[in-house]
C-alpha cells in the first residue's frame, strides 16, 4: 500500500467513514503535504466556530494496534495531567483509535485538536517581536522536562514499543549494505555500551523521540508551546530526547565560521534549556554527562531512518552528502556530531563527499 493509494481509497471511501465517526459535517478537509519518508496521510479539518481537527490515518503494516493505542493513550495521559500536547479526539464510539478495514487492508485512524499557533518556520525562524530568543528555549526545554517528570510516573494500559524492539544488532545487520562493513561495526558497539546502561524510571521512561521544532506550535503572542507527533514515540533514555535537542539547536549557528563562538553559543544554548527543564524534573549530572553518547544515537536513528526510507522506496542504496557526513561521524568516532571537528564547514554545513554503498 502506498501513500498515493490511501488518498485514492480516502476520497472514494475512507473519508466518508471518518467523517461519520469524527463528527466531520460542515467541516473543510485538506490533505497536508507530506514529508519525505512520511508514513501517514494526514488531513487538516477545519468549520467556523468550530476546534480545528487533525485526522490522521497509519497505512503502513509495521505497527500493532497495540502500538497505535498505547501512543494515543500517552498523549491523551499527557493532557490530562497538564503536558502540553496537541489533545486526542474520542469518536462518536467514545474510542481513542479507531480500525477501518477496506479490502483486507486495515487503516488505523486517529483525530487530535490542532494546537494554536504556527511552526517556527512558518514565522521564517522569528521568535516574539521584543522577546529575547533565550525565552524560547527556555520553554523548549521546560515543556520537555514536564512530559519527562510525567513519563516518570506513567503506568501505561497499552504499553509502547520500547528502543531495542528496532534498534538492534539483527535489523540493523539486514537495513544496512555489507559494504558498510566499519559502520555497522560502530553501530553494533554503540548498542552494545546502550545494553549497559540503567533502565529505571528516572532515565528511562516513555519519550517523544522527535522532538524538535517540525514537531511543536508556537503561540507567538504568548510563547506557549503545544506538542504534537508522537508517532515516534516509544521507551528509552530520557536523554535522547536531549540529545536531539541539542542537534537541532546547532541551526541558529550553523553558518558562523569561528568554532569558539560555535561552542560558546551551544553552551549557552543548552544551559538554557537545561534550566527550563530542571524547572519541571530532575536530572543527574552523570546522566547528563552522557549527551555525546546520545548525539551518537540520534546520529543512528537519522542513519536508520534513511536507509528504511531508500528500502521503502525500492531504489537502489546510495549516499548523498548529508548520509556520507552523518556515517563519516560514526565511523571516525567524531563527537558533538562534527560540529567542532574540522570535518565540519560553514558553507556547506554537515554534508560530506559521496562515498559508495
Same mark, same amino acid.
Given at each position: 500500500?502506498?501513500?498515493?493509494?490511501?488518498?485514492?481509497?480516502?476520497? &472514494?471511501?475512507? !473519508?466518508?467513514? @471518518?467523517?461519520?465517526?469524527?463528527?466531520?459535517?460542515?467541516?473543510?478537509?485538506?490533505?497536508?503535504?507530506?514529508?519525505?519518508?512520511?508514513?501517514?496521510?494526514?488531513? /487538516?479539518?477545519?468549520?467556523?466556530?468550530?476546534?480545528?481537527?487533525?485526522?490522521?490515518?497509519?497505512? %503502513?503494516?509495521?505497527?500493532?494496534?497495540?502500538?497505535?493505542? *498505547?501512543?494515543?493513550?500517552?498523549?491523551?495521559?499527557?493532557?490530562?495531567?497538564?503536558?502540553?500536547?496537541?489533545?486526542?479526539?474520542? &469518536?462518536?464510539?467514545?474510542?481513542?483509535?479507531?480500525?477501518?478495514?477496506?479490502?483486507?487492508?486495515?487503516?488505523?485512524?486517529?483525530? #487530535?485538536?490542532?494546537?494554536?499557533?504556527?511552526?517556527?518556520?512558518?514565522?521564517?525562524?522569528?521568535?516574539?517581536?521584543?522577546?529575547?530568543?533565550?525565552?524560547?528555549?527556555? /520553554?523548549?526545554?521546560?515543556?520537555?522536562?514536564?512530559?519527562?517528570?510525567?513519563?516518570?510516573?506513567?503506568?501505561?494500559?497499552?504499553?509502547?514499543?520500547?528502543?531495542?524492539?528496532?534498534?538492534?544488532?539483527?535489523?540493523?545487520?539486514?537495513?544496512?549494505?555489507?559494504?558498510?562493513?566499519?559502520?555497522?561495526?560502530?553501530?553494533?558497539?554503540?548498542?552494545?555500551?546502550?545494553? *549497559?546502561?540503567?533502565?529505571?524510571?528516572?532515565?528511562?521512561?516513555?519519550?517523544?523521540?522527535?522532538?524538535?521544532?517540525?514537531?511543536?506550535?508556537?503561540?507567538? =503572542?504568548?510563547?506557549?508551546?503545544?506538542?504534537?507527533?508522537?508517532?515516534?514515540?516509544? #521507551?528509552?533514555?530520557?536523554?535522547? =530526547?536531549?540529545?536531539?535537542?541539542?542537534?537541532?539547536?546547532?541551526?541558529?549557528?550553523?553558518?558562523?565560521?569561528?568554532?569558539?563562538?560555535?561552542?560558546?553559543?551551544?553552551?549557552?544554548?543548552?544551559?538554557?534549556?537545561?534550566?527550563?527543564?530542571?524547572?519541571?524534573?530532575? @536530572?543527574?549530572? @552523570?546522566?547528563?554527562?552522557?549527551?555525546? !553518547?546520545?548525539?551518537?544515537?540520534?546520529?543512528?536513528? /537519522?542513519?536508520?531512518?534513511?536507509?528504511?526510507?531508500?528500502?521503502?522506496?525500492?531504489?537502489?542504496?546510495?549516499?548523498?552528502?548529508?548520509?556520507?557526513?552523518?556515517?563519516?561521524? %560514526?565511523?571516525? =568516532?567524531?563527537?558533538?556530531?562534527? #560540529?567542532?571537528?574540522?570535518?565540519? &564547514?560553514?558553507?556547506?554545513?554537515?554534508?560530506?563527499?559521496?562515498?559508495?554503498?
Amino acid at each position: 500500500m502506498t501513500y498515493r493509494e490511501v488518498i485514492k481509497i480516502g476520497d &472514494s471511501y475512507l !473519508l466518508t467513514k @471518518i467523517s461519520e465517526l469524527y463528527d466531520l459535517d460542515g467541516y473543510k478537509i485538506s490533505l497536508v503535504k507530506a514529508h519525505d519518508g512520511g508514513r501517514n496521510v494526514v488531513y /487538516n479539518c477545519e468549520k467556523e466556530g468550530a476546534v480545528s481537527k487533525i485526522i490522521r490515518i497509519a497505512f %503502513l503494516d509495521d505497527r500493532s494496534r497495540e502500538d497505535f493505542l *498505547g501512543e494515543v493513550e500517552y498523549i491523551r495521559y499527557l493532557y490530562e495531567h497538564g503536558g502540553s500536547v496537541s489533545n486526542v479526539i474520542s &469518536s462518536r464510539n467514545g474510542n481513542l483509535l479507531e480500525e477501518i478495514t477496506h479490502e483486507n487492508h486495515s487503516f488505523f485512524v486517529c483525530a #487530535f485538536e490542532r494546537a494554536k499557533g504556527k511552526l517556527l518556520v512558518e514565522n521564517s525562524y522569528r521568535y516574539r517581536e521584543g522577546v529575547p530568543i533565550n525565552e524560547y528555549f527556555y /520553554n523548549c526545554g521546560k515543556i520537555l522536562g514536564k512530559m519527562h517528570q510525567l513519563s516518570k510516573v506513567y503506568t501505561p494500559e497499552h504499553k509502547r514499543y520500547s528502543f531495542f524492539d528496532k534498534y538492534n544488532i539483527e535489523y540493523i545487520d539486514k537495513l544496512i549494505p555489507p559494504s558498510l562493513s566499519l559502520l555497522k561495526k560502530k553501530l553494533f558497539e554503540l548498542l552494545k555500551t546502550l545494553e *549497559g546502561l540503567d533502565r529505571n524510571c528516572e532515565c528511562f521512561g516513555m519519550v517523544h523521540f522527535d522532538y524538535s521544532d517540525g514537531n511543536y506550535m508556537i503561540d507567538f =503572542d504568548t510563547g506557549k508551546i503545544t506538542v504534537f507527533d508522537f508517532d515516534n514515540s516509544c #521507551f528509552c533514555w530520557y536523554m535522547y =530526547d536531549l540529545a536531539n535537542v541539542w542537534t537541532h539547536g546547532v541551526g541558529w549557528i550553523q553558518f558562523e565560521p569561528d568554532i569558539e563562538k560555535r561552542k560558546k553559543f551551544m553552551d549557552d544554548y543548552f544551559e538554557t534549556v537545561l534550566a527550563g527543564y530542571k524547572s519541571e524534573t530532575d @536530572i543527574k549530572d @552523570i546522566i547528563l554527562e552522557k549527551l555525546p !553518547l546520545f548525539i551518537k544515537v540520534v546520529i543512528m536513528e /537519522n542513519i536508520v531512518d534513511t536507509f528504511e526510507d531508500i528500502l521503502n522506496s525500492g531504489e537502489e542504496p546510495e549516499c548523498d552528502e548529508e548520509l556520507s557526513y552523518l556515517i563519516k561521524c %560514526l565511523e571516525d =568516532d567524531i563527537p558533538y556530531k562534527g #560540529f567542532f571537528n574540522e570535518i565540519y &564547514s560553514c558553507e556547506e554545513p554537515f554534508e560530506y563527499e559521496i562515498q559508495d554503498i
